[in-house]
């Protein structure tokens, strides 16, 4: 099947963030109708990364053993992939997107689900929350899972307060720095880029680092 075509025809795309809002999802993708709730097994909604334009985390889907994401199916017409592609970023890899097995109306779909590509937990802003929990309220899907990664995410960032800046991303392919904070309950080290200080050397939480350092933070699991 050629390109041409597989655009041509109708996609299946599993909702859990901003796009379960009715408004945004009917700007983003004219036509587009709501397939029904369903349900990603195995998976758990977090906040991740920082996003400038929703000055904030946005949402994403983690697996996770003996969870459950709710969410809305979206029936997509023809070339509609394409543009909600535009929107996630999924040229930049902001997003990726795959294809998994969603629960709906008693059986199983393929269908497509975005999955952020940033790793970090950085609370969402009020508004971009608030985006997610009307798309809830609308469907009569249960808030507490979007909740629940929302008070994760504040906790993480208690534990390691983000440093942005309005700066571009700077980082450095030589004498790069690398750290990485541990605790007994965290699994998974992953990097976090942090924007490039006035001066050099510069002190993050007490330690001097390189302009542009690459710090290794932890990435939370809660039991």
């Not at 930049?92 to 008693?106: D, K, P």
């Not at 808030?143 to 800046?165: H, M």
């Not at 720095?177 to 541990?182: G, M, N, P, Q």
Request: with cysteine; hydrophobic share 35%; charged share 15%.
């Amino acid at each position: 099947m050629t390109m041409a075509t597989y655009t041509q025809q109708p996609q299946l795309v599993f909702a859990y963030g901003s796009n379960l809002n009715v408004a945004q999802m009917k700007s983003r993708v004219p036509g587009c109708q709501s397939f029904g709730v369903a349900t990603l097994p195995g998976n758990s909604m977090a906040f991740v990364g920082h996003s400038r334009a929703r000055g904030g985390g946005v949402a994403t889907i983690e697996e996770m053993p003996e969870t459950i994401v709710e969410g809305v199916v979206w029936l997509l017409p023809a070339y509609g992939i394409l543009w909600l592609d535009l929107y996630e970023g999924t040229a930049s890899q902001a997003y990726t997107r795959q294809v998994e097995t969603a629960h709906i109306h008693g059986t199983v779909a393929d269908v497509w689900v975005y999955r952020a590509s940033a790793r970090y937990l950085t609370p969402p802003s009020k508004r971009y929350l608030k985006t997610i929990l009307d798309g809830a309220q609308h469907h009569g899907i249960d808030p507490q899972g979007v909740l629940s990664a929302y008070d994760r995410a504040r906790k993480a960032e208690a534990v390691w307060p983000n440093t942005y800046s309005p700066s571009p991303w700077a980082t450095i392919t030589r004498g790069v720095e690398h750290r990485t904070w541990t605790a007994p309950e965290i699994k998974h080290p992953v990097t976090k880029h942090i924007p490039a200080p006035a001066r050099s050397p510069d002190v993050y939480r007490g330690r001097k680092v390189t302009v542009g350092a690459q710090i290794a933070l932890p990435f939370p699991k809660t039991p």
